[in-house]
Each structure stands twice: as C-alpha cells, then as structure tokens.
C-alpha cells in the first residue's frame, strides 16, 4: 500500500514564486491535514480538512490554499513564496480513529 | 484551545538502560487520544504508542509503555532497554473532538552505546 505519498519531495523557490505541494491518499480516508515542522520545532498545523469539499484553517494558515476536491487528494498551494515559508512540510490523513498517518515530507527553502 | 508540554527539549540515555519522557497538556474536554510518535533522523513520523482517555489501562507495545494520569493530565513515555535505534526526536500528541492533532515541541533523545 502507498499509503500517503506526498510530491515534490525537495524544492527550492525564490521570493515571489508560487507552486504546490501535492499529498493523496489511498487509505479512503476523510481526514487530510497539512503540517510544517520548522528547525528544531514540533509540528503545526496549517489547514485540515474533514471531507471533500470541505476545508479549515488551523494555527498558520496564512500565505497558504488548499482545495480538497476528492476524497483522495489535498493539495497545498503557496503564493508569493517568502523566506518565512522554509520549512519541512508534512501531509497526514486519518479515519475518526485518532491516528494519524503521515506522509514522508517535502523540504522547501525560500531564497 | 489545547496545548501539549514537553518540558525536556533533550535527553540521552545508556545503551539497555530504561528513560522516561515527560508529557503535558491541557483540556477540558473528557473523550481524547493521546500519542507519541517518533521522528527518527530520517524525518518519517512514525506512531509509537497510543492511549484513549477512557481506558484506564496504561498502553503496552513491547518495550515501550505509557503512564497515563487523567486527572493530573500527564502522559509520560517509558522506554525500556533502550536501542540506539531508539535514537530520535519524540513528539506527543493530542486530538479530542475537533478532529485536529496537537503536538508538543518534541523531544530529542540520544541513546548513547
């Protein structure tokens, strides 16, 4: 099983820039959240979302998007990339259970 | 809002040694999960354990284990017979019924041989 496969999984961008950073999962599950885990730190939440078509804010939301169109795919797009935005990024995905399952990372640094 | 603590930013241990890591929170909600996950250098969030608020029972996987106190709300991880695979970064976590997951800081744990 893949599980949650998150792409790309290195970036570097310059101030300005745009791009997204792609998570699907193949479990069915109807919870999709993005995480940044910077230097050091722990993990905070940017946006979950508890089905598709359905999408909410959590500790940092700005300077982000997402969409959630299908059950499956939670992408997450940054506009105008700032140096603020370097960071480690993780996609994770649960049922009602509690656990989470996490994707791999994406690591981006903003120059 | 919830918060979780884990006030030991770094620890090391023996080899086979036993070392138990500190967690705190802060709810007042009654029905909740608690975890720790460990993030080895990797950078893979992997689930180590895991313990439902209503159980009284503290959670057992092999040579981990939890001390779970509802009341005083801490959730402290023992590791038993340390590995220097052991050797990570070890977050706790909190989700009650808003469907979002809480982490603590983390912290680094170094199993020395």
């Known amino acids: 099983n893949a599980g949650v496969t998150q792409t790309p999984k290195f970036r570097i961008l310059k101030i300005g820039q745009s791009m997204t950073l792609q998570c699907a999962q193949d479990?069915?599950?109807?919870?999709m959240y993005w995480y940044r885990q910077d230097p050091g730190m722990g993990l905070k939440l940017i946006y979950y979302?508890?089905?598709?078509?359905?999408?909410d804010k959590g500790e940092v939301p700005n300077g982000y998007n997402v969409s959630r169109s299908t059950t499956e795919d939670f992408p997450l797009r940054l506009e105008l990339a700032a140096p603020s935005q370097t960071s480690v990024y993780f996609c994770?995905?649960?049922?009602?259970?509690?656990?989470?399952?996490f994707g791999e990372g994406s690591r981006l640094t903003v120059l | 809002a919830q918060t979780v603590t884990q006030s030991q930013p770094e620890m090391s241990v023996q080899e086979a040694e036993t070392v138990t890591l500190s967690c705190t929170y802060d709810?007042?909600?009654?029905?909740?999960?608690l975890f720790w996950y460990k993030q080895p250098p990797s950078r893979q969030m992997i689930l180590v354990i895991r313990?439902?608020?209503?159980?009284?029972q503290n959670a057992t996987e092999n040579r981990f284990s939890v001390n779970f106190q509802k009341a005083a709300k801490s959730f402290s991880l023992k590791i038993s017979d340390s590995q220097l695979g052991d050797t990570a970064m070890y977050f706790c976590?909190?989700?009650?019924?808003?469907?979002?997951?809480?982490f603590g800081k983390g912290t680094k744990l170094t199993v020395n041989p």
């Open positions: 994770a995905s649960n049922r009602n259970t509690g656990e989470l399952f």
């Open positions: 479990m069915n599950h109807n919870y």
């Open positions: 979302s508890v089905g598709a078509g359905i999408t």
């Open positions: 709810t007042s909600e009654s029905n909740y999960y």
């Open positions: 313990q439902e608020a209503y159980k009284q």
């Open positions: 976590a909190f989700r009650g019924g808003s469907e979002k997951l809480v």
